[in-house]
């Protein structure tokens, strides 16, 4: 099966910059959906940006021209590039994964540990 684990995030400044990374490992035929979720406290968790295996990329309302997704097939991974940084983008973000195991198997999804992102001065 499929491991996706995370990496970046961290503490940052109003205005300020971070990246996130995504690495899938692990046994699977093919990833077709890649995508970054977050979750702020007292609400539920939250798709940000996804990217699918034809390159469309897709980003949510509330971080359009300040988050970016990218995806390098070659190693498996997407990354998030979140510039302009708010308090309110302030949580856990989260990397998820559509995936087959096989060519014929079923779709399944990966998640990975999440990392924690906090804006403030």
């Known amino acids: 099966q499929a491991h996706v684990v995370q990496s970046g995030g961290g503490l940052v400044q109003p205005g300020g910059s971070l990246r996130l990374s995504c690495v899938v490992s692990?046994?699977?035929?093919?990833?077709?959906?890649m995508a970054w979720y977050r979750q702020i406290p007292g609400t539920q968790r939250e798709m940000v940006a996804s990217v699918s295996d034809e390159g469309l990329m897709l980003h949510a309302l509330s971080v359009r021209g300040r988050f970016t997704i990218s995806k390098d097939n070659a190693q498996n991974s997407t990354f998030l590039q979140m510039n302009d940084l708010k308090s309110e983008d302030t949580g856990v973000y989260y990397c998820?994964?559509?995936?087959?195991?096989?060519?014929?198997?079923?779709?399944?999804?990966?998640w990975g540990q999440g990392t924690q992102v906090t804006v403030s001065s």
């Open positions: 692990g046994s699977f035929y093919s990833i077709s959906h």
């Open positions: 998820r994964i559509r995936y087959r195991r096989a060519p014929t198997s079923t779709l399944e999804f990966a």
